[in-house]
């Protein structure tokens, strides 16, 4: 089974703070990873998928990067809005466990 | 637009079953990988379960393979989930997704519906 690793697993941050948070696979997921941002009470969002492609509708302040087994998400000038969990998710394993990192919350500083 | 909603959530007994359901819309149902994910109060998200687009393969997690059914009713744009054997453990809010294509991701899930299992 592939693991997922985030870190850290919370974070504060300020509004127009630039920062990044970082998922490790146990095995190489090529580009297969995805991140989602989920609100309180709220489903989950997705924002990036194959690493670094944006999904329709994000803000271009959210950016993916990483291969192989290590990813970052990086939002470039935080919004009040941003405040939120983030997760990642690997799409690569056979059978198909779309396996989740345990999320980093991003708190208000 | 796309839409999922699902229901059927609510409290009930360990060892008892429960079937959730997610009805779609605004998308050719017919089309689309289906997934179930699960959150556990104040905890991340779990991925449950996989049903290809024609109900031909299905996935488990190792945590409700043997207990735990997905199916779907291409005819009626609905997903169903049939949990039996319920564990405490299974206590969750329910999700249901659309898998978005190639590459694999989420791009569209319901609002979820809450599941408790409690003596």
């Known amino acids: 089974d592939i693991q997922m690793t985030q870190s850290p697993s919370s974070l504060s941050a300020s509004v127009g703070d630039r920062v990044t948070i970082t998922c490790r696979a146990s095995?190489?997921?090529?580009?297969?990873l995805n991140w989602y941002q989920q609100k309180p009470g709220k489903a989950p969002k997705l924002l990036i998928y194959a690493a670094s492609s944006l999904q329709s509708g994000v803000p271009s302040r959210f950016r993916g990067s990483g291969s192989g087994t290590d990813f970052t998400l990086t939002i470039s000038s935080l919004q009040p809005e941003d405040f939120a969990t983030y997760y990642c998710?690997?799409?690569?394993?056979?059978?198909?466990?779309?396996?989740f990192g345990q999320g980093t919350k991003l708190e208000i500083k | 637009q796309v839409q999922l909603v699902e229901s059927g959530g609510g409290v009930v007994q360990p060892g008892r079953s429960l079937r959730l359901s997610c009805a779609a819309s605004?998308?050719?149902?017919?089309?689309?990988?289906m997934h179930w994910v699960r959150q556990a109060p104040g905890k991340g998200l779990e991925w449950v379960a996989l049903?290809?687009?024609?109900?031909?393969?299905?996935y488990y997690a190792d945590s409700v393979k043997g207990r735990f059914t997905i199916s779907r009713d291409n005819s009626k744009n609905t997903l169903f989930l049939q949990m039996n054997s319920l564990r405490v453990e299974d206590t969750a809010v329910y999700y249901c997704a659309r898998e978005g294509g190639v590459p694999i991701f989420f791009d569209y899930w319901g609002q979820g519906t809450l599941v408790t299992v409690s003596s």
């Open positions: 095995q190489s997921i090529s580009n297969y």
């Open positions: 998710q690997q799409s690569y394993s056979t059978p198909p466990e779309r396996t």
């Open positions: 049903i290809w687009y024609d109900g031909t393969n299905k």
């Open positions: 605004g998308f050719t149902f017919s089309s689309y990988g």
